[in-house]
C-alpha cells in the first residue's frame, strides 16, 4: 500500500472528514535565500536531480545546498524552463535557447531564435517547454516553435496558444477560441471545437482512465471521451473554479494537485474529493502559484509569486499548523475519545470532526501533562490539575503546576504529581479522587521517576536531584536525599528516565545512572556510546522503542536491541521549531506519534521506516587559485597543480535530500570532515600524490557511495627536475669556483710567503741596520761621554787652576797688605794690589768658564733659565759650580766671597728654585731637565 494512502487512513480514523489543517512538509525559499526576482514562472528537475527555475531576473539552479543564478546575456526575464538529458531550455522575452555545461561544469548558453529572427514575431514571449517525439517545442501565445536538434520551424494559430501536453505520443495544443489542436507531421490538425470551451483557458489536458481530462482555470474540470465532452463531479471544482486554477499534475498514485491564483495548492485524490488545501494560512509565502512540478519522488516544486516552495508530498509524516499563532507553543498531545486534545502555553485546544482547532473555554494559561488515567483526561496546568471533559474542564487539584504524573507501583489507583510546590497524591476512592499534598519538601518537581514501590526520584526545575522515600500508604515523605554531591556531573535541567529499570540521568556532561549498592551516581557509557552524550530522550520508553533527539537537533526512532535507527527525522525546517527544554513525543496509537513544535505539531507514521536514497556526490567544477579547469576526464586522470596553489571543489548530490557533505583524505588521516556548503577548499598541502574521497551525510550516520579524485600536488620547483639540474649546475659551479678560488688563495698564499719574506729580510736587515746605528750612536755617544767627562775634568780642573790661582793672589794680596810699610812708594803698592784684584776678579776668564761650562752642559743654562726665570748670573755661577760638586769652600775663591757666604747663597738658592727642605740642591741640579 503507497505509504501516502496509508496515512490518510489514518487521518480519516479520526473523523469523516479529512485533516485539511494536516499538510506535508513544506520549505519555503525566500528571495533572501535565492537572491534573484521575486516572481518565478516555471521548474523543472532534471536528471541529475537539480532544480532549475525560470525567474523575473534570470534562470536559477538549486542542488539542494545552494541556490546559484544564471542570467541570459540580454538580461531579460526567464519565462518557461524544461530540462531533456540535463540539458536545459529556457523561454524569455523575443528570445530561446539552451544551456549546457562546458567543459569546466559552467553553464552557457546558446540561443536559438538568433537563427529564426527573421520570423519570430516582436514582442513574443516563450511561456511554456515541452519535449515531444524528440523534439523540443517552444509555446508562445501565438505561435508553436518546434527544435529538432538541427532547425527551428514556426506553427502558427489565429488562437491564443493556452496550453501544450503529451498524451500517449500525441501533443494536444489547447487555445482560448479554436479548440485542442494536435501536431500531425508538421502542421496543426484541430482535434476538438465546443462552444462550451470558447473563451475558456484550458490549463491541461491528461489521460483519466481512457478518457482526456481537461483543465480549464475557471470553469472547472471537464471529461472528454470519444468527442462527448461533459463536467466532472469532482468535489474539488467548486474551489478550483472559485480560486482560478493556473496549474494541474497527476501523482504516481493518480491524486490530483491544483495550483490557483488566489488560494494556493489544493490536493484530491484521483475522484477528485479534497484531501488538504496548502496555502499561506498553513505554510506558504504566498497564495499565487505561478509554476508548479512534480519530480520522480513525487514531491512537489511550486514557483509563487514572491517565493520558491518544495512540499514533500511523499512523506508519511505530515503537521499541524496554525500561522495565526492562537495555538502557541505545544507541550502535550494526546487523543482521547476520538479527539486530539493539545496543550499549550496558551492553554488547551481541540481538533473538532471538521479539523478546526477550537479553544477549550476555561483552560487558559500553561499546560505542562495530558494523560489519560482509568479512562479519564488530567490536564495538569499552571493554576492546577483539572479533568476534561469534551469542551469543559474540572478542578480537581490547585496545586499549582501540575509538571507530571506518575502512577504508584503495586498500587492501584494511585499517582503521584509533581508540582510548583512539591509532590501531591491523587487517589481515586469510591469513583471520586482525593488530592493530597505530601508535605516534608516543597521542592518544584519538574520530573518524576520510580524506582520501586516507595522510592521515587524527582528532578528539580532548574537545578538538583533528590531521591524520595514514601511511608507505606503514601501519605507522606519519610525521608529525601539531595544527590547533587554524590557523583552527578551536572545537576542543572537533568532529565529522569527509569531504563529498563535502571534509574538514569541525562545531564549537561551526558548519561549517568544511580548505582545502589555504592549509593552513587555513576556515568552511564553504554548510553553514552550508544545514545551520544549530546542526546536526550523525549518520549515514553515502551517496547524497547523511544524518540530521540541528537545533539544536532534531529529526531530518531530507536531500541535498545539494536543501533539501527527506525525512524530518522532530518527535515531541517523542524529545527527552529522545537520548544528547546520541553521537547516532546506523544503517543497517540501503535506507530502513530505527535511531535510537539512552536505553533502546531507533527504527525509521525512510524511504520515507514527511511527509504531515503543517497547518491554518490558529482563534481561540478574545480578552480585553482581561482581558475576554473577542465573536467574532462578528472576521475581517470585526477588533478595536478603547484604546491603554493589553492584548490576549491565544487560538489553536489541533487538527487538527496537533506544531507550535507563530507570530505576525507586518506593519506593524512582516517577522518571525514563536514562541509560547509557545497565547496572545500585546499591550501597549504605537502608535495605528493593524494586521493579526496567525498560522500553523503543524511544527519543520521547514513552515507552515500563514495566519489574519489587523484591529486597530484607537484613540490616546488626547488624541488622538481628543474631544481636538480640547477643544483648540478650550481655544484659544478661550486666545484669550479672553488678550484679557481684555491688555486687563487693558494698563489695569493705563496704570493705573500714571498712578500712575507721579503718583508722579514728587509725587517732584519733593517734591524741589523738599527742595531749596528744604535751601536754606532752608542759608541758615539760613549766618545761624547767620555769626551764630556774629559772636559769637565778639564773644567772642574781649570775651575781649580783658578782657584789655586785666585788662592795664590791672594795669599800674596795679603801678604802685600801686611807688609805694606815696606813699599817706599805707596803709588807702586796700590798699583800692584790693584793688579792682584783684577787677576783675582777676571771677568773674561769667568766667561770663558761659562763657555766651556755650556758646552760640557750645553743644556743646562737654557733649562734652569727657562724653569726659573728669577735667577740672577751670580745665581746662575752658584749652580754651575754646584752641578760641578765643587764644595763650598772650593767656590768661596771662585766667587770672591767667604765660605759663610757660599753657605748662605746655597740656602737662598734653594728657596729660589721652590725646592722642599728634604730635597738635595746638589741632587736636583745633577738630574735637572725639561
Known sequence: MNKLSFFFIFFFLFSTHCYSQFTPSIHNYTLAEYKAGNQNWDITRANDGKVYVANNSGLLEYDGLVWKFHQLPNKTIV??????????????????????????????????SDTILDIISPNEEIWEI????????????????????????????????????????????????????????????????????????????????????LMTSLKGSFFLDEHNLKPTNFEINEQIKLHQLNHFSVLSNGDMVFGTIKDGVFLSDKNGNLKYHISKENGLLNNTVLAQSIDSTDNLWLG??????????????????????????????????????????????????????????????????????????????????FLVNKKTINFISRYTGGYTIRKVPEKENTYIQGTYSGLVKFEKIDGKWEVKHLGKTTIPSKSLVFENANTAWVAHATKGIYRVIFDKNYDSVTSIIDY???????????????IKNAI????????????????????????????????????????????????????KFKSFSDDEDRLFLNDRSLKNRYIIGYENMSTIRDSVYALSLDNGFMMINNTFANTTNLYRPNIESIAVNGVSISLSNIYKEGVRFNFNENIAIELTSSKSTNYFLEYNIPETDDIWYKIEGSTVEFSNLIDGEYTFAFRINDNSGKVSPVTSIKIDVLPPWYRDTIGF?????????????FYTMHNRKVAKEQHLIKIKYQKEQEKLLREKTLENEKQMVQLKNESLQNEIKLKSKQLANNAMALVKKNETLQDI?????????????????KKLVKKLDNSIVLKDEWEVFENNFSQVHDEFFEILKAKHSSLKPKDLKMCAYIKMNLSSKEIAPLMNISVRGVETHRYRLKKKLDLENDISLVDYLLNIKN
Not at 639540474?725 to 669556483?737: G, Q, S, W
Request: with cysteine.
Open 304 to 385: 509563487l509569486d514572491n517565493g520558491i516552495a518544495h512540499i514533500q508530498l511523499s512523506s508519511s509524516n505530515y503537521f499541524f499548523n496554525d500561522v495565526s499563532g492562537k495555538l502557541g507553543a505545544v507541550y502535550d498531545i494526546v487523543e482521547f475519545k476520538d479527539t486530539i486534545y493539545i496543550g499549550t502555553n496558551t492553554g488547551l485546544f481541540l481538533l473538532d470532526e471538521f479539523d478546526k482547532l477550537q479553544f477549550v473555554e476555561g483552560s487558559q494559561g500553561q499546560v505542562w501533562d495530558l494523560k489519560i488515567i482509568d479512562d479519564e483526561l488530567f490536564c495538569g496546568h499552571n493554576e492546577g490539575t
Open 813 to 829: 794680596k795679603n801678604e802685600l797688605q801686611v807688609n805694606k810699610d815696606g813699599f817706599s812708594n805707596y803709588y807702586s803698592y
Open 504 to 555: 538514569c540521568f541525562k545531564t549537561n556532561e551526558g548519561w549517568q545512572k544511580y548505582e545502589p549498592i555504592i549509593d552513587s551516581i555513576t556515568p552511564y557509557n553504554l548510553l553514552n556510546d550508544k545514545l551520544g552524550k549530546g542526546s536526550y530522550i523525549i518520549s515514553g520508553v515502551s517496547k524497547d522503542l523511544f524518540a530521540l533527539k541528537d545533539k544536532s537537533g534531529y529526531i
Open 484 to 498: 547533587r554531591e554524590k557523583g552527578i556531573h551536572s545537576d542543572y535541567n537533568v532529565r529522569l528516565y527509569n
Open 725 to 737: 639540474v640547477l643544483y648540478n649546475l650550481l655544484a659544478a659551479m661550486i666545484v669550479v669556483i
Open 130 to 213: 515541452v519535449n515531444f517525439d524528440d523534439k523540443i517545442i517552444f509555446r508562445s501565445f501565438s505561435n508553436i516553435y518546434v527544435y529538432d536538434f538541427e532547425t527551428v520551424r514556426q506553427l502558427h494559430t489565429n488562437s491564443v496558444i493556452i496550453s501544450c501536453n503529451v498524451i500517449n505520443d500525441n501533443l494536444y495544443i489547447s487555445t482560448l477560441n479554436e479548440g485542442v489542436f494536435l501536431l500531425k507531421d508538421k502542421d496543426l490538425e484541430l482535434f476538438y471545437f465546443n462552444e462550451l470551451l470558447k473563451d475558456t483557458k484550458i490549463i491541461s489536458v491528461s489521460n483519466y482512465g481512457g478518457k482526456l481530462l
Open 79 to 112: 519565462r518557461s524552463v524544461l530540462s531533456v538529458n540535463n540539458i536545459v531550455y529556457t523561454g524569455s522575452y523575443e528570445e530561446f535557447g539552451y544551456w549546457k555545461r562546458n567543459e569546466f561544469g559552467f553553464l552557457k548558453y546558446y540561443s536559438l
